[in-house]
């Protein structure tokens, strides 16, 4: 999981992040909230906000991305007890609300538990403003609408949404697309290739040297 963290209190900031690198997440870590409006992007699956730090607060930064119909699952981390300032942060559209000072398991729970709810919701993807992924069915839809494709584009498509988030590497390709067959990267790119080519929005993106990839689309 992709772990947007912003928290202005440095030691807290260590290790908080320390902590989710060492339970398997990446992490990006920011001290004030301008910068964090300055980064965001929708490649990320998670934030965990402080709410009273520099320059914009937790509560600013995520009516902000409602306003831009960028909806991230968020647990706030707040000293504020206050029940007007819990309402506020589940008005907002967060999904847990941690009162400092807390126990890093404690927060690893919270985030479990948000993963849990998500996998059993997330049978259908979004990977564009109209490209949909339905993973039961195996189906690429472009607004609601099923697509034809070939059994490989079907099967590139399909080990890209398993993996959402993630880099799909030419090795991965080769043994559950190919079966292993001793396919060279130039040919596996060609077919990519061929399959961007036939959709009408440009979501796989190419990591040079590396493989390919889509991220989860949070606009709607």
């Not at 947007?4 to 260590?14: G, I, T």
Request: aromatic share 10%.
């Amino acid at each position: 999981m992709k772990i947007l963290l912003l928290e202005d209190e440095l030691m807290l900031n260590n290790a908080i992040s320390e902590y989710l690198k060492n339970i398997g997440h990446m992490v990006d870590s920011f001290t004030d909230g301008q910068q964090v409006v300055e980064n965001i992007n929708s490649s990320y699956d998670l934030l965990i906000l402080d709410i009273n730090v520099p320059k914009k607060d937790g509560f600013e930064i995520l009516d902000e991305l409602n306003q831009k119909k960028i909806y991230i699952p968020t647990i706030f981390i707040s000293a504020l007890v206050d029940i007007e300032d819990i309402t506020k942060a589940y008005d907002l559209g967060c999904r847990e609300y941690i009162k400092k000072p807390f126990h890093l398991g404690e927060l690893g729970i919270k985030i479990n538990q948000i993963l849990k709810k998500d996998q059993k919701n997330t049978s259908h993807i979004r990977f564009s403003e109209h490209y949909s992924y339905a993973k039961d069915t195996q189906t690429l839809y472009f607004d609601g609408e099923p697509q034809t494709l070939t059994k490989k584009q079907s099967e590139i498509i399909h080990i890209l949404a398993l993996n959402i988030n993630m880099i799909v590497d030419f090795e991965r390709f080769r043994i559950d697309i190919w079966g292993g067959e001793n396919i060279d990267n130039p040919t596996i790119r060609a077919e990519i290739s061929r399959l961007k080519k036939a959709l009408k929005e440009d979501f796989i993106k190419n990591i040079r040297g590396l493989g390919y990839k889509i991220d989860r689309f949070y606009s709607v």
